[in-house]
């Protein structure tokens, strides 16, 4: 049996959900850190960010992200790439984690 691109992506932004940001205390996916999940012939690849370039966390949020998406059925590689590009703003948090953050529906 094999598994659609598609179907393996959104398997992946699944499991990214375990993965939580120690100060803020929600997982990477609805704080919005997870730019784009593509896979090719099972090697996923992964393009994310953390609040600031210089946040202490991200090294840990990266290989949060590696070992998650290595449980995945299907995926045989991760390749995770950190970028600042364009820079992560709280307009990226899913509307039901932003208010539960207290930041106001703005932007």
């Known amino acids: 049996m094999t598994i ?3 179907d393996l992506v959104d398997q992946i932004r699944q499991a990214l959900k375990v993965v939580i940001d120690p100060e803020l205390g929600h997982n990477i996916v609805d704080l919005g850190f997870i ?3 593509s896979v090719d012939d099972g090697a996923a690849h992964i393009t994310m960010t953390a609040t600031t370039r210089g946040c202490p966390a991200a090294s840990f949020l990266k290989e949060g992200v590696a070992n998650s998406a290595c449980l995945v059925p299907g995926v045989e590689s991760v390749d995770v790439t950190m970028t600042f590009e364009p820079p992560w703003q709280p ?3 899913s509307p ?3 208010s539960s953050l207290g930041f ?4």
């Open 91 to 93: 307009s990226m948090i």
């Open 4 to 6: 659609d691109d598609d």
């Open 96 to 98: 039901g984690v932003r």
């Open 104 to 107: 106001a529906e703005v932007n």
């Open 35 to 37: 730019y784009d999940v």
